[in-house]
Nanobody, 118 residues
Framework: QVQLVESGGGLVQAGGSLRLSCAASGRTFSSYAMGWFRQAPGKEREFVATIARSGGNTYYAGSVKGRFTISRDNAKNTVYLQMNSLKPEDTAVYYC???????????WGQGTQVTVSS
């Protein structure tokens, strides 16, 4: 089992940057593929980015590709989401996800609010 705690959200103007962090508990962080999802008001939760257990492979939603970068530090049990060139449509609650590949099970953080003003 793993517990996830996000941080780094806030209010930023369009064109600005934020870096989200997600700290995971437990000793098996490197056994989880990690990802970020987001949910805007009145919309369903959507995929943003994911990173493989080793950090070697990443994948992004088309709407953020080229602007966001996901990374992880397995020694610190932390995954990051660097968000640049932010747009008002990026406004959402951002959730950290840990996917247990062997069990096909997902863990979620409590979310952190990102608000981009125009």
């Amino acid at each position: 089992q793993v517990q996830l705690v996000e941080s780094g959200g806030g209010l930023v103007q369009a064109g600005g940057s934020l870096r989200l962090s997600c700290a995971a508990s437990g000793r098996t962080f490197s056994s989880y593929a990690m990802g970020w999802f987001r949910q805007a008001p009145g919309k369903e939760r959507e995929f943003v980015a994911t990173i493989a257990r080793s950090g070697g492979n990443t994948y992004y939603a088309g709407s953020v590709k080229g602007r966001f970068t996901i990374s992880r530090d397995n020694a610190k049990n932390t995954v990051y989401l660097q968000m640049n060139s932010l747009k008002p449509e990026d406004t959402a609650v951002y959730y950290c996800n840990a996917h247990a590949v062997a069990d096909n099970y997902d863990y979620w953080g409590q979310g952190t609010q990102v608000t981009v003003s125009s």
